[in-house]
DNA sequence: GAATCGGTTCGAAAAGATTGGAACCTCAAC
DNA sequence: GTTGAGGTTCCAATCTTTTCGAACCGATTC
């Protein structure tokens, strides 16, 4: 009965603290460099982490979807994690900018 | 003997995500944004938070310092904190503005 | 439909952050 | 020198995050 979509905030709810904290982690943020350069495969990021746990690698993206930095859908049998770019630059604007250089 | 000089890192040695986790915090992004507006006495800021332990708001002070976001130098029988922003503009360019916006 | 693959969820343990009281330190004023 | 104001440090309690195995789920493939 319980389906697999995930929730997503509403960029608008999203706290500035909030993203900055799922920014503040090392792994997440190296998630977010892969992600910036266009929709991937779940199972294709975390390159840099490869013996990663899968449910490790869950909870990372956990925080960044409920931190509105990425959206992730369902995609065959898998998930495919995109950045919400447009979302964030209108909600903090140059903060992604910032942040990727 | 142990003298009242706190250490400051230099900016170079700062992570960004050291300074996304300072930053992090409601009540130090708080502080951050009240001495933005030019350096302030210690024992001015934190207006917002009137009632909170002294032990506290050090502990705050030190992890924004910790993080190269504020200078906090000795000044008379207080202290004087100061935002780094030369130095984080310099390192993260763009950041600090688009977080204060 | 059975097996498998990619992921989520649950639960519990370990690690780390926050909070605040108490003791202490420094400077300045008296 | 004593006192008081402003802060730091230490410590312990609490809270939050992180980590990861185990169980589960849905879509795909056979």
């Known amino acids: 009965m319980a389906t697999y ?3 997503h905030p509403q960029i608008e709810d ?3 603290t909030d ?4 920014l503040s982690d090392p792994a997440r943020l190296e998630i977010v ?3 910036a350069g266009g929709p991937l495969e779940m ?4 390159a840099t982490n490869p ?5 490790t690698k869950s909870h990372l993206m956990k925080v960044l979807r409920e931190a509105g930095i990425v959206r992730n859908v369902p995609n065959g049998r898998g998930r495919l994690v995109s950045l919400r770019k447009d979302d964030l630059d ?9 942040v990727l250089r």
């Open 90 to 98: 209108a909600r903090f604007p140059g903060l992604l900018d910032s």
């Open 51 to 55: 013996g990663l746990p899968k449910s």
């Open 33 to 35: 460099r892969e992600v």
């Open 5 to 7: 979509d995930l929730e």
């Open 14 to 16: 999203v706290a500035l």
């Open 19 to 22: 993203v900055l904290f799922a």
């Open 43 to 46: 199972a294709a990021c975390g």
